[in-house]
């Protein structure tokens, strides 16, 4: 493949029909392994098919993957040195109608084993091989059901001759295979049953001693110049229930065979996956926007009820919709992949023939013929991927779309698969509903202290109304095309958005002055997302809440109302600097960062503690969030409002179109409502009573520290525990709980004052009577602490984030156009550069040259240079600045917006000073806008 680096051109090299003569004319007619698996299956189609196929690197085959395993009756593929690394997304390399299942290699290059199963069957990951640095043999067993009958499924891969691997083979037949009905494992075990040698008869003998069988095949290994041999086996547990097996050369994929097998055991039917979908494509807007205009609203308009008034626009605005957009089943089809055309298959199937000439007559000749079939095929391969990777990223003008293509290949952080078949909606629904419940004694204990507190010197707040003009604007700023409870989506509002805002305008202001809030837009649909690969339990699932689209709209509204009234009388604690405009990690760690340092330029030690609030957001009371609001000067009328917003919620889980039952949520602000981190910033707010140190706060990250001399720690430590008691007693009249042993502590100084230390004999930091032990480094929102703020494990942390972004990357480097890589790199490589940066400009110039270094990377990659080549041509054609100009240009970004942005923390404006500020008397220096230099003694602080 020839690419030019010229961004305004992309060119592709294609093989002519010349090169693709060859003196035997035959190749055609010559079945391919996808044939051969045809003809062994046409007549098993209510057996469980598989086969298992030793693939010597799945990124590397995956083409080859495409075109032979397209048989509709194969079930399973047993897959032995996958060669997948966690910087592959499993998405780069499905197979249309299939689920992989991967246990990758990860301290050793090459390996790993893993498994395709057809996404309709049910199964349970059983066991799998651990990484070590010790080469040894790799598994993947898996639980597969079948109506009432368990089948453990495995593949194993013995990766040498000379491993002992057969007592631990033995231990893992004698811990499942007694368990199952049917076993059946495949793979590469390197050991040759045509020798009749020690290790031949210990593995016959383990086989025999777990009641297994071993099924009889010819040799299924065969290198040029060598002796075949038998090294991958088939082990099943009942040969009565083997209808048919055997073997099939496989020279597409390595000098191994594929090995294939029917068994009497029937799978369960795929079920076609069809989703109801309303069609927007083909509406007559003119026809729509004719019947919108004749629509009498009165019934909407005269409802004496909230609910009545919603209820009605709900199905006059979906009779409307059945009529011009109805709802029609859409049916999943699993489309072959777009490149690879019949000329790909073509040259792939000459290829495979070349090779398999090459093994029966290897010699010089036919070794150099299949060399060039090879590189043939492959140079075509790539051609076509690129040219299909170009025409959808280059020629669709739609982002959301090119960027879901971009998904679909592997780039950025990818969504994991939950295997739903074992999985218990309505348990699992519990789980997520689940919050700590307050004692009534305590509940109107904690009740009567806030309703004595005073009340803040601010006007009675209440709800204004909302005119056309706001409810548009907001209807607008709501993206989201996800469809809530009430059907109502935002793709049925936008074409007909100026005959709608009268209408619900007219809803949202009874809302508010009625002091309800809908019924139907309390119900919310739960998606469990998993947390990492291969979830094995509900706390490895984030729930993710959609609710309607309108009841977004209205909490914008609100909010939009109740924020300002907040801010504008600085009701919010100045301090926390969760979901604030104005406010971010960065401004959070800028702040902390630099009175960690003004305490070094002191000469004085930091004592940093972080608390983890146990499922914070899901633990509000609501009498309590109601009695804080109140205390807040709220009107009753908006205390209705907000009453009726949180009681009475209802929500239930979805997962691939089956739901739960509805579960009450009876604590907790709304999850995915917009209204929800102000209110719980309101609810967290009162902890500022309790505390009389230092301390931070962004949404419930709370973290706490004091400044002190060597001399005082043990007393300052003590200060401290005593702030954590107060803070543990607001937890249990709050109904929050803090989680010590995902807390963590630190001590923060020069090296010269923490090398004096008596660690030993340190006063522990406790919370509850558990002890937080002193940590050398904590992560403190996104960035690395070290006890000497060196910074170095923060860069080690860039720098590992960069080199796994580009590793997924790289493999894409040929196929996408440069364009697209500039934009890859900006999105995705540029803010783990650019994270908070401003809160670590103190680095030596080794650091700075590291970032460099990684910047240079990211250039790299965009243009395909060479590891040698210079990039500062190609930063200069980009327009970015080094990194060293790249940091400062942040921090004069910040340092202006903090001078004359009012929406920023005060918090950071107080550290700041003109010169001209600094006297009372007018001088002709009171124009200068000359900052203060603040004082210092070491260059800690400079």
């Known amino acids: 493949m020839i690419y030019n680096n010229d ?69 399973a593929i047993l897959v032995s040195e996958s060669w997948l690394k966690p910087c592959l997304p499993s998405t780069s390399f499905c197979l249309p109608g299939f689920r992989l299942i991967r246990n990758d290699r990860l301290d050793r290059a090459v390996g790993g084993v893993a498994i395709y199963l057809r996404s309709h069957i049910p199964f349970t990951v059983i066991d799998s091989s651990q990484h070590h640095n010790s080469p040894g043999a790799e598994h993947l067993f898996i639980e597969v059901l079948f109506s009432n009958t368990k089948l453990l499924l495995g593949v194993y891969y013995n990766p040498s001759l000379t491993i002992d691997y057969f007592m631990s083979f033995e231990n893992l037949l004698e811990k499942f295979v007694p368990f199952y009905s049917h076993t059946i494992i495949m793979g590469d075990f390197n050991t040759c049953l045509l020798k009749k040698d ?73 079920k076609r996956k069809i989703l109801m979908r309303r069609n927007f494509h083909g509406i007559n807007f003119e026809s729509l926007t004719n019947d919108v205009s004749n629509i009498d609203w009165s019934g909407v308009l005269n409802a004496s009820s909230i609910d009545e008034k919603l209820n009605t626009f709900n199905f006059l605005l979906t009779q409307l919709y059945d009529k011009h957009a109805p709802i029609r089943p859409v049916r999943i089809k699993h489309l072959p992949a777009p490149w690879l055309t019949d000329e790909v298959k073509r040259l792939q199937k000459k290829k495979n023939i070349a090779k398999a000439k090459f093994k029966l007559d290897p010699n010089e000749t036919s070794h150099e013929k299949y060399r060039i079939a090879r590189n043939r095929c492959n140079r075509w391969c790539r051609d076509e991927h690129r040219r299909h990777i170009y025409k959808s990223v280059i020629e669709d003008n739609d982002t959301a779309r090119v960027w879901n293509f971009l998904k679909s290949l592997g780039v950025g952080k990818q969504q994991q698969d939950i295997n739903s078949q074992n999985l218990d909606l309505n348990l699992l629904n519990k789980h997520f509903s689940s919050s700590v419940t307050l004692d009534n004694i305590t509940k109107l204990n904690t009740i009567s202290q806030i309703s004595a507190s005073p009340t803040p010197d601010s006007p009675l707040f209440q709800f204004s109304q909302f005119t056309n003009s706001d409810v548009k604007k907001n209807i607008l700023a709501v993206s989201s095309n ?91 604690n100045p301090f926390q600097s969760g979901f604030r405009s104005g406010h971010s990690t960065t401004t959070a ?26 499922n914070a957001f899901n633990s509000v009371d609501f009498d309590i969030l109601l009695a804080i609001l109140n205390s807040l000067d709220i009107s009753p009328i908006a205390i209705d409002w907000f009453h009726s ?46 505390i009389f140190s230092p301390y931070h706060l962004y949404a419930d990250d709370l973290q706490i520290y004091l400044h002190t001399n060597l001399a005082q720690l043990p007393s300052t430590i003590n200060i401290l525990n005593q702030e954590l008691e107060r803070i543990n007693g607001w937890s249990k009249e709050f109904g929050l709980s803090v989680n010590p ?39 403190n929102l996104g960035i690395i602490f070290d006890k000497f703020m060196s910074w170095d494990p923060q860069i080690c942390e860039v720098s590992r984030k960069i080199f796994a972004s580009i590793g997924s990357l ?88 903090i001078l004359f942005n009012p929406i920023l923390p005060s918090y950071l404006k107080e550290r700041f000073q003109f010169l001209c500020d600094s006297h009372n008397r007018s001088l002709r220096s009171s124009e200068n806008l000359t900052l203060k230099i603040c004082s210092h003694s070491t260059t800690f602080y400079r």
């Open 198 to 270: 020690s290790r031949t008869l210990r593995l016959t003998s383990i086989v025999q001693a777990a009641d297994l069988h071993i099924l009889p095949l010819s040799a299924t290994h065969t290198f040029p110049n060598c002796l075949p041999s038998l090294l991958d086996l088939i082990l099943v547990s009942s040969v009565s229930h083997v209808e048919k097996f055997g073997q099939c050369v496989a020279s597409a994929f390595s000098y191994h065979d594929l090995l294939f097998l029917c068994y009497k055991l029937r799978p369960p039917k795929a």
């Open 482 to 572: 996800s469809v809530g409870s009430d059907c109502i989506s935002r793709q049925m509002v936008i074409p007909i958005i100026d005959y709608l805002v009268p209408i619900i305008t007219n809803i949202f202001n009874f809302s508010i002055s009625s002091g309800t809030f809908p019924s139907c837009w309390k119900d919310a649909v739960i998606i469990p997302l998993p947390k990492k690969p291969n979830s094995t339990s509900f706390s490895d699932l984030r729930p993710i809440s959609i609710l309607p689209f309108l009841s977004k709209v209205l909490e914008r509204l609100t909010y939009n109302q109740l924020n300002l009234f907040l801010c504008r009388y600085n009701l919010l």
């Open 645 to 690: 917003y949180l009681h009475g919620r209802l929500q239930r889980v979805r997962l691939n179109d089956i739901f739960s039952d509805y579960v009450s949520i009876n604590a907790g602000v709304p999850q995915g409502g917009v209204m929800s981190p102000l209110l719980f910033s309101i609810f967290i707010n009162t902890i500022s009573q309790y």
């Open 7 to 75: 961004d305004s051109s992309d060119t592709f090299c294609s093989v002519t029909s010349s090169d693709e003569t060859d003196s035997d004319g035959s190749f055609l007619s010559l079945p391919s392994l996808s044939d051969d698996l045809d003809a062994h299956f046409c007549d098993a189609s209510k057996l469980f098919n598989l086969v298992h196929i030793n693939a010597q690197s799945i990124p590397a085959h995956f083409p080859d993957l495409l075109t032979s395993f397209q048989n509709k009756n194969l079930h």
């Open 741 to 779: 042993s995902k807390s963590q502590a630190i001590i923060i100084g020069s090296q010269q004052l923490i090398s004096r230390i008596d660690w030993p004999n340190l006063t522990k930091i406790t919370f509850a009577g558990i002890i937080i032990p002193y940590s050398e480094k904590v992560k």
């Open 589 to 614: 760690l800028v702040k902390i960062t630099d009175d960690i340092r003004m305490a070094k330029d002191k000469r004085r030690l930091t004592v940093l503690t972080l608390l983890d609030f146990s």
């Open 810 to 897: 790289r493999r894409l480097r040929n196929f996408l156009p440069i364009p697209t890589k500039i934009a890859l790199a900006q999105s995705l490589l540029h803010p783990i550069l650019d994270y908070a940066d401003t809160c670590y400009l103190d680095l030596r110039e080794d650091q700075l040259n590291k970032l460099e270094r990684l910047q240079n990377l990211c250039i790299r990659f965009i243009f395909g240079l060479r590891k040698y080549d210079r990039v500062s041509e190609f930063r200069e054609r980009l327009k970015w600045l080094p990194i060293r100009q790249r940091r400062n240009t942040h921090v004069l970004s910040l340092l202006y917006c």
